[in-house]
């Protein structure tokens, strides 16, 4: 798992943004804000992270209504058998793919 530890408070206005979301979708969103930048986790990893391992569709759910892309860089979760799965912004999964790329050279680099 590449969920670092779950923030419970985050910058002021995105804590502002998730309390007008429900407590399960703040969860997902506090969960995906802990994956470091160049990894990644599977949504079922997300789901297992809020204690709800049944969830697994209802995070995927959760991340395409996400208000604080990319602070909160859902791009970073995908499908537990290796591939992207969905994006819901603008350019979909290539967008995904390419600022997943984008994030490992980065990181390489350091």
Known sequence: MTIGPIN??????MEAVLATRSTFSAAVLRATAAIP???TA???EIAQAIGRPGA?????TALARNPLAPRIPCHRV???DGKLGNYSG?????TKAA???AERQATERL
């Open 37 to 39: 930048a160049g990894s």
């Open 90 to 94: 603008e350019g979909g999964p290539q």
């Open 8 to 13: 419970s408070k985050l910058a002021p206005d």
């Open 78 to 80: 995908i499908r537990s």
């Open 99 to 101: 600022l997943l790329a």
């Open 56 to 60: 697994v569709r209802a995070v995927g």
């Open 42 to 44: 599977t949504y079922a």
